[in-house]
């Protein structure tokens, strides 16, 4: 099993729904998990950081269920502006980020 | 003017030549990393660094080697390329701020390398 599994998608959602992904992770000491945003042949950019049970920017929400070692991205109000690959990342204990393949959203008009 | 610079942007290259990859920050972090992609597997680590004297191999650092030369810079190096190191080349920091924050990766914009 791979340290951090993710569906590569695509998902396909018209504006304004909202789109959720989840992120699995095998290693339950994990404390830090990040969602990355990245544009085709782009560099990842930070969406967000998650340290307790969960995080809220925006739109934008992360939830962690440590019982079930997920962590999940909600979108609300989805954009054309939002089709993107979502990266997740959890921190190992040498402070290294473990990634994810990718989630790839498409939004449409 | 970005945060993170990558040099070169492009570059293809033979087999067998030494090639050589350059990272530059401005953000004051101690922690640098090297990273390549490759279409569906994701990030992996070649090789990071967490303070000028130090440096820690990554996942996959076999072919690769790198020279931290000053906080703000952290290269990378290809001796002998070969084609399956065809990938996308991110470099990355962390670690100027205290707390938890300490541990977010910032990426430079990426190296696209093609060895033929």
């Known amino acids: 099993r791979k340290e951090v599994e993710q569906d590569p998608g695509p998902f396909n959602v018209p504006e304004g729904a909202t789109v959720a992904f989840n992120c699995t992770y095998s290693?339950?000491?994990?404390?830090?998990f990040f969602w990355y945003r990245q544009d085709c042949r782009k560099e990842p950019k930070l969406l967000m950081s998650?340290?307790?049970s969960g995080n809220e920017d925006g739109r934008f929400t992360a939830q962690l269920n440590r019982a079930s070692q997920y962590i999940s991205l909600l979108i609300r109000d989805s954009k054309l502006s939002d089709s993107a690959t979502y990266l997740c990342?959890?921190?190992?204990?040498?402070?290294?980020?473990?990634f994810g393949s990718g989630t790839r959203l498409l939004v449409r008009p | 003017d970005a945060d993170v610079t990558q040099t070169p942007r492009n570059r293809i290259t033979k087999t067998g030549k030494r090639i050589m990859l350059e990272c530059s920050q401005t953000?004051?972090?101690?922690?640098m990393y090297w990273y390549r992609q490759d279409p569906g597997l994701g990030l992996r680590l070649i090789y990071y660094?967490?303070?000028?004297?130090?440096?820690n191999k990554g996942e996959i650092s076999d072919g690769y080697s790198v020279s931290r030369q000053a906080q703000a810079k952290f290269s990378l190096s290809l001796e002998s390329a070969i084609p399956n190191q065809t990938a996308l080349y991110f470099c990355?920091?962390?670690?100027?701020?205290?707390?938890?924050?300490?541990?977010?990766?910032?990426f430079g914009p990426g190296t696209r390398l093609t060895v033929l």
């Open positions: 990355a920091t962390s670690g100027s701020t205290s707390g938890v924050a300490m541990n977010e990766q910032f």
């Open positions: 290693n339950s000491a994990s404390q830090s």
């Open positions: 998650v340290y307790s």
């Open positions: 990342a959890r921190m190992d204990s040498s402070y290294k980020l473990i």
């Open positions: 953000k004051g972090h101690d922690r």
């Open positions: 660094s967490f303070d000028v004297k130090d440096i």
